[in-house]
């Protein structure tokens, strides 16, 4: 077979030695996260090329900044980075359960079961979890929410933090909720991070509209603007510049200043067909030409310039404002509205407010150095996430392993009604699921198997609520997890089960892998030379 031409700068596993090789991988790869699962869980200290440092405890910052070349991790991390971008959260969950999925399929293999038949098995099971997940959903109240919030910070910053930056994110998610075509939204891009290094984290904070770090032209524009029109350039308000390959031919003395003038008319006719909009606020993304300044000024503009193309689009959204490229193009219809437009110096560094109708915020992130202000961001990222999507679907879970015991539980039942050697896979799918409480147990410190073991029995011999019960990794035993107020978004959940099946079945379908040899230490050669 490698007389094959094309194979010959390859090399190749098949068969039960190409699985083995890729379980091996993603079992490495969920070795790299396993102990930051959970409050307990452990940071890990990531340094780039360049040497830059990051302490972080969150699985997907750790995976996708390892430089990890096998396919397989490749696309664990991408399960994860999926589950990020749908829930926000469970990023390492997903990776430990479908690692885990993984390692037990290869047991079923060494048993003599085919991995198409172990497949069928886990898509069995992830459909029994989904069903059984309608009945395990509990309301998303308010406090609830507030709850599920701060569990999703769980670990990554200290509790005072938690607790406020929960709050302050449920602020945030309640400024940009809207209806669209009948569907409750939240947006999180629409809330703007501005960030403070210098201040202490608690002084992180929510302002009203959108804030950015700006100055306007000249300070003789008016410094605060109520209730007005904005237009918004996606380019500037600029003499052109010759390009280099143009000549201009000067044959008379007055020629050059002709032509000057004539510039300078062009961009007042600019300025007058702003008035006759009845502009008072103007943001530009690239230059607005100095002999403008006070012309803007005196008709009583404030105006912006080098305003990056996202802010551009928040203003946008918020003030029902359209980009144009020039001021020319402008008409009635790209015009948006504002409230208030406020230029103002907190703490020596200019900002730039502006409140609108359609709500929108800014989350000013502090800390006393760039590595604090980060991870701020960071977790209010998230805890913004989860706030949003809480308004957009208020479903909750029980944290802490509980539900994935109960879905366990619940499986190994319905195991035993499969007749064929799917019911080995859908075991082995419940033995998966209690990845998550057994590394929880571990990263307490606590013996994982007996701890496992203690939830277990305690939600079998339970009664109504039985299934809110999981492991409290503070008092270290198990509790109702509903009375703590350890609870998380059904989605997160839905994406793990989701997620983390499709990646383990898209690695159980491969038998044969191929790589490129490619061999460093060999001069590339030039085709015709040998
Ligand atoms: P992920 O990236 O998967 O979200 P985390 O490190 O955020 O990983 O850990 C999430 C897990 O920690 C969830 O299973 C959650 O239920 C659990 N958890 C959070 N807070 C607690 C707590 N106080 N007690 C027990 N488990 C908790
Ligand atoms: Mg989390």
């Not at 690692?99 to 198409?116: K, M």
């Not at 306007?216 to 600029?238: C, F, H, K, N, Q």
């Not at 008072?280 to 105006?303: F, W």
């Amino acid at each position: 077979m490698s007389d094959v031409p094309i194979l010959k700068e390859t090399t190749r596993s098949t068969g039960r030695e190409a699985l083995r090789n890729n379980i091996t991988a993603a079992m490495a790869l969920a070795g790299a996260v396993r102990s930051t699962l959970g409050p307990r869980g452990m940071d890990k200290l990531l340094i780039d090329d360049e040497g830059r440092t990051m302490v972080t405890n969150d699985g997907v910052t750790v995976l996708e900044s390892a430089q990890v070349e096998h396919p397989v991790a490749k696309m664990l991390i991408n399960a994860s980075t999926t589950q990020d971008r749908i829930a926000r959260d469970g990023t390492t969950s997903a990776v430990l359960f479908s690692a885990e999925l993984l390692q037990n399929a290869w047991e079923l293999v060494l048993q003599g079961v085919h991995p198409s038949a172990i497949g069928r098995g886990y898509r069995m099971a992830e459909s029994a979890c989904r069903e059984r997940l309608n009945t395990l959903v509990i309301e998303a109240t308010p406090e609830r929410q507030r709850r599920a919030t701060e569990t999703s910070l769980a670990g990554k910053i200290h509790s005072a933090m938690q607790t406020h930056l929960a709050e302050v994110a449920h602020e945030a998610a309640k400024a940009v909720v809207e209806e669209r075509n009948g569907d409750v939204v939240a947006d999180p891009t629409r809330v703007k991070v501005l960030t403070n290094v210098g201040g202490q984290m608690a002084d992180s904070h929510l302002v009203t509209g959108l804030s950015l770090p700006k100055k306007r032209v000249t300070s003789s524009m008016p410094r605060r603007l109520s209730a007005g029109r904005i237009a918004l350039i996606d380019g500037g308000l600029e003499r052109k510049g010759l390009m280099s390959d143009v000549k201009l031919n000067v044959t008379s003395s007055g020629m050059l200043e002709a032509f000057r003038a004539k510039e300078r008319t062009l961009l007042l006719e600019q300025i007058d067909h702003l008035k006759s909009l009845g502009v008072t606020l103007l943001a530009c993304k690239e230059g607005i030409d100095d002999d403008l300044h006070r012309v803007l000024a005196e008709a009583g503009i404030q105006a912006f310039r080098r305003v990056a193309r996202a802010d551009l689009d928040l203003l946008a959204r918020g003030c029902g404002a359209r980009l144009n490229l020039n001021v020319k193009a402008l008409t009635r219809d790209d015009i948006g509205v504002f409230i208030e437009s406020r230029n103002e110096r907190v703490n020596g560094k200019d900002r730039w407010t502006v409140d609108t109708e359609e709500g929108g915020a800014t989350f000013i992130a502090c800390g006393s150095t760039s590595d604090t202000v980060g991870e701020v961001e960071r977790c209010f990222a998230d805890a913004l996430g989860v706030a949003c999507q809480l308004l957009e679907e208020p479903s909750l879970l029980a944290g802490g392993g509980a539900t994935q015991i109960a879905l366990a539980r619940h499986l190994r039942r319905h195991a035993e009604t499969i007749p064929g050697r799917e019911q080995l896979a859908v075991e082995a799918y419940a033995d998966a699921l209690e990845v998550i409480p057994r590394t929880l147990a571990e990263n307490a410190g606590l013996d994982p198997l007996d701890t496992l073991l203690r939830v277990v029995s305690q939600q079998a011999q339970g009664t109504d609520h039985a299934h809110f019960i999981g492991l409290d990794v503070l008092e270290k035993q198990p509790a109702n997890m509903l009375d703590l107020g350890v609870v998380e978004p059904l989605r997160i959940t839905q994406q793990v089960l989701a997620g983390a099946t499709e990646a383990a079945l898209s690695v159980l379908r491969i038998d044969d892998v191929l790589w490129a040899k490619q061999d460093p230490t060999e001069p590339e050669l030039e085709p015709n030379e040998d």
